[in-house]
């Protein structure tokens, strides 16, 4: 993903994708709709159940009230019909989500440009890393990951995985290692070999809060020692599917380090794709990828038009 959003994969597969990825949170809005609206009236109540679809679509109910109130100031009284109801909502949706839908921009002066990745265990955040290692080595980039979870053989050798079947060097310690040394070592190496993006993956321990934060702020610590700037940019990845949880997420891992951006992985397994809405309207945080499948090609860039129409179920 660059600065201009493009990927490997085309615009009208991905498209094709992302719809598909939402089917689930977009059934469930659609058919929500459709059932209160049959030609009626917009009175109080009709905007009440309103209100009750999106919130059960995981929009949150803050952000499900502010909408319903706009769409209420200008239709009030009139009958109004599914499509106007969906299409008014996704273009207010895509509206409060525009802020956000910022690309990843990879700066060619920071070499290299260091991006830390957090998230709990099970979002998907060392998938995610070997897809990013992916897309970013077909742009021409040198890529290097590190497998900095030293805490689970399991995310060690999957990163392993991934570097070997994209040609991408990692550099790994054993299991129970210092991360920040580890981190440390990383950069050293990238340096010294000219690459353009370093991703170094993190714990995603959660049980204990203060390990974490101790652990994350050592990382950032040390990389510092090597390039005060780093790292440049710290991702926060989330599941989809944990809902409303991901607020949850989101409050601890701004507390713990400087979160610059979001990638919101699983929204293809997930009726609760309005969770990013959410997200987008309380903490105001850049979106910069989502991703709907395993493969590489379903992760892409995070373009806030693209997606409020598909969350409603619309074309194009």
């Not at 109004?80 to 949706?93: G, K, M, Y």
Request: charged content about 25%.
């Amino acid at each position: 993903m660059d600065e201009n959003g493009s990927s490997s994969s085309s615009k009208p597969v991905w498209l094709a994708r992302l719809r598909a990825g939402l089917q689930r949170s977009a059934s469930k809005l659609t058919q929500g709709i459709a059932d209160v609206f049959t030609k009626r009236k917009l009175d109080e109540e009709a905007l009440q159940e309103l209100e009750d679809i999106l919130i059960s679509a995981d929009l949150g109910p803050a952000t499900a009230a502010k909408l319903v109130q706009d769409f209420g100031k200008t239709r009030f009284g009139r009958e109004v019909s599914d499509p106007e109801i969906r299409s008014a909502l996704a273009e207010a949706i895509a509206r409060m989500l525009e802020p956000v839908a910022k690309p990843l921009v990879i700066d060619p002066a920071k070499k290299p440009f260091v991006i830390l990745m957090v998230g709990v265990n099970g979002t998907g955040k060392t998938t995610t890393i070997g897809k990013l290692a992916k897309l970013y080595t077909q742009q021409g980039l040198k890529v290097m990951i590190a497998a900095g979870d030293t805490f689970r053989a399991a995310a060690i050798s999957q990163i392993q995985v991934w570097g070997e079947r994209i040609g991408c060097p990692v550099v790994s310690g054993e299991q129970g290692g210092d991360s920040a040394a580890l981190a440390f070592h990383a950069l050293q190496q990238a340096k010294a070999k000219g690459m353009d993006l370093l991703l170094i993956d993190t714990a995603g321990r959660l049980h204990n809060k203060t390990d974490l934060m101790q652990e994350l702020a050592k990382i950032a610590r040390v990389l510092k020692k090597l390039d005060p700037e780093a790292p440049h940019s710290t991702l926060l990845v989330l599941d989809a599917t944990t809902g409303q949880n991901a607020h949850a997420q989101m409050e601890v891992f701004l507390e713990l380090t400087k979160v610059t951006g979001l990638i919101v992985t699983k929204l293809d397994g997930s009726a609760k794709g309005g969770v990013i809405v959410a997200l987008a309207d309380r903490f105001g945080i850049p979106i910069h990828a989502i991703g709907v499948g395993e493969a590489a090609e379903d992760l892409n860039p995070f373009n806030a038009d693209e997606f409020a129409r598909s969350l409603f179920g619309l074309e194009g």
